[in-house]
């Protein structure tokens, strides 16, 4: 709250007229008060209205508060994390911007994460979707919950860094292309635990997985993904609220749950990148060049996402099995797609 005042003095002193506008006080109303508060955007597109109209007819410069919005009692709410993108959306929600720039300590999304690859160089051009996959599952430029005030419009998201503002960044919009050799990104998370549910049939049983979710939502604990087979259940999870989730779904004494086993220290690597689903043998090739090094997959998944795939392996082995991936697909000079006899179009 106090930066946005001090900026709005330093731009007044440069010779601009400038104005600051309080997010929780504007109409970015919250459905609660933690830090994984949500605008209630049909309530935010009232409010926030005649302060558009307003901004619109002047000349000032708008400065306006970050990270943070309203309970409906009046209780503050943080957005988490990057929670100042996901205030800068629900503005440009309210202006139907066509271009939103953010700027970060970094070039825009990068080929890898660089603390595994340190060769990792900047993506140009993504789609929302890559663009999502990849926050959600790791890559942390951009808050996850970016695109859900601008799902109805076209608003193009560009991320530029701060010290090369001149540089082109990365470009997110809602067109796709493919990328030569299909992937275009890995990001890894580093914070996963697993809970598998065992029993015969419960991959197919109605409802089981229904339950699941909502023993789980009683408390708040969110799954990242579900995988299944017909005889277990998995969900990804965070470790903390794994914990939680075994115990809770112990207590619920169900006959087809014969066994509910946590297992920690484990990380999920996305592969992310348009055409993955509908080219044919990318993810045998993915599963070979980490076989060929000895690095066992504890799951795979693939299908759930139209530009993802996903590996879970051991902690310990992510960094290098990012590295692998890295340089088989991202890697300078010819790909080595053609010498395993896999064709890519794009």
């Not at 789980?216 to 259940?233: F, G, H, P, R, Y």
């Not at 590295?323 to 797609?337: I, K, T």
Request: hydrophobic fraction near 40%.
């Amino acid at each position: 709250r106090l930066s946005a005042f001090l900026l709005a003095e330093v731009l007044e002193e440069a010779g601009f007229k400038c104005r600051v506008f309080e997010t929780d006080r504007v109409g970015l109303v919250a459905n609660q008060p933690s830090e994984e508060a949500e605008v209630v955007l049909e309530k935010f597109d009232f409010l926030f209205r005649k302060t558009a109209e307003e901004i619109n007819q002047d000349d000032y410069i708008p400065v306006f508060t970050g990270f943070f919005g309203i309970t409906e009692e009046g209780k503050l709410a943080l957005f988490g994390r990057n929670g100042s993108d996901y205030s800068a959306a629900v503005i440009a929600r309210g202006f139907r911007a066509t271009v939103l720039t953010t700027y970060k300590d970094v070039p825009g999304f990068l080929t890898a994460d660089p603390e595994f690859v340190p060769e990792a160089r900047p993506v140009n051009r993504l789609s929302r979707k890559e663009a999502a996959e990849l926050c959600y599952f790791g890559a942390r430029i951009l808050h996850p919950k970016i695109w859900e005030p601008l799902e109805d419009l076209e608003t193009t998201v560009e991320i530029k860094e701060f010290s090369r503002p001149e540089s082109s960044g990365t470009i997110i919009s809602n067109s796709s292309e493919k990328a030569a050799r299909i992937i275009k990104s890995l990001s890894v998370n580093q914070n996963i635990a697993l809970v598998k549910v065992e029993g015969p049939g419960v991959g197919f049983k109605p409802g089981l997985i229904g339950k699941i979710g909502s023993r789980l939502a009683e408390k708040d604990l969110n799954i990242l993904t579900v995988l299944t087979s017909q005889t277990c259940i998995n969900l990804l999870m965070s470790p903390a609220a794994a914990e939680l989730a075994r115990t809770r779904l112990v207590e619920l004494k169900e006959p087809a749950f014969r066994k509910i086993t946590l297992e920690k220290n484990l990380a999920l690597i996305a592969c992310v990148g348009e055409g993955l689903r509908e080219t044919p043998g990318v993810a045998s090739h993915l599963l070979s060049i980490l076989a060929r090094k000895g690095i066992n997959l504890e799951l795979f998944s693939s299908g759930g996402s139209e530009v993802a795939l996903y590996l879970v392996v051991k902690k310990q082995e992510a960094g290098r099995a990012l590295h692998l991936l890295h340089e088989e697909y991202l890697g300078p000079g010819e790909s080595r797609e053609e010498q395993v006899g896999l064709t890519i179009t794009g």
